[in-house]
């Protein structure tokens, strides 16, 4: 294996991604949402990290890491995390993401089966329908419309967050703004890819989510899983799982360390 760097620029896809590495053992991709950062997850990493390597990775026009002069687009964005994991000497890794990044993580999965282990979806749809109607709305709205967002996000810990951490902030904000909101306001469904996933897969969502629990529920479904009793052994069960996080929202889901634990628990099961 290669020795690289605690944490630095990879050259990867053509471009270069912001990555650290926490822990030791095996490795963990690490996923932020939308207009988040790897530190977004506060005390889940430092949990995740005491039983694995966890690598952060800052996506396109996130965290550290540049807009870059090309659309975003999870599938750009999947196989910059799969050569990533490469390029850090893994034949695989276990890979968790939370909404944008779960997105990205699922469509790791979806192109790259090889690379990836264990599978951790955070509020995350396998449609744009998954999301409640209001959040379809507000996505869409930001997609029509992403320069009249520019300004008033600046007033949020969302601006503050980019811009103690992004290279020449002021100037990139809006190329980001601009193309998440192109991303997120797109319209998807890979539910029949979704069916030919070969990673155990978990996937959590808060039972206050933007991810509608129905669609949830049918996204366990898609992958065998809650359609029969499991049985007294087990034996009626595959390799998924399915959790709800009681009293938890899309806000506070990806620092809730009720998600670290849940999510341990299956990595080492």
């Keep these: ?149 520019v300004e008033p996000m600046k007033q949020t810990p969302m601006y503050q967050a980019y811009a103690q951490l992004m290279p020449d902030a002021e100037t990139n904000w809006a190329k980001t703004i601009a193309q998440t909101a192109r991303l997120v306001g797109r319209e998807f469904d890979w539910s029949e890819q979704v069916k030919k996933l070969t990673s155990p897969t978990l996937i959590v969502v808060g039972d206050w989510d933007s991810v509608r629990i129905g669609h949830a529920s049918a996204f366990f479904e898609l992958l065998g899983g809650g359609r029969e009793d499991g049985g007294w052994d087990g034996s009626g069960m595959n390799n998924n799982r399915f959790a709800v996080l009681p009293g938890a929202t899309h806000y506070t889901i990806f620092s809730d360390p009720r998600l670290a634990t849940t999510t341990a628990a299956f990595l080492d099961t």
């Design 1 to 149: 294996m290669p020795t690289r760097p605690q944490s630095g620029y990879a050259p990867v896809n053509g471009v270069e991604i912001y990555y650290e590495l926490h822990g030791s053992g095996r490795p963990l991709v690490l996923l932020h949402g939308g207009f988040g950062s790897i530190e977004m997850f506060g005390p889940v990493l430092g949990a995740l990290a005491a039983g694995r390597q966890v690598i952060g990775v800052d996506l396109q026009g996130h965290g550290r890491t540049l807009p870059f002069d090309r659309p975003m687009s999870f599938e750009a964005m999947a196989t910059d995390v799969a050569e990533l994991i490469k390029w850090l000497g893994h034949e695989t890794a276990d890979v968790m993401g939370y909404s944008l990044g779960g997105a990205t993580a699922l469509r790791l999965a979806i192109d790259h089966p090889e690379m990836v282990g264990r599978l951790v979806l955070t509020s995350v749809p396998y449609a744009f329908s998954g999301w409640h109607d209001y959040n379809q709305q507000g996505m869409k709205g930001l997609a029509a419309a992403p320069e009249q967002a």
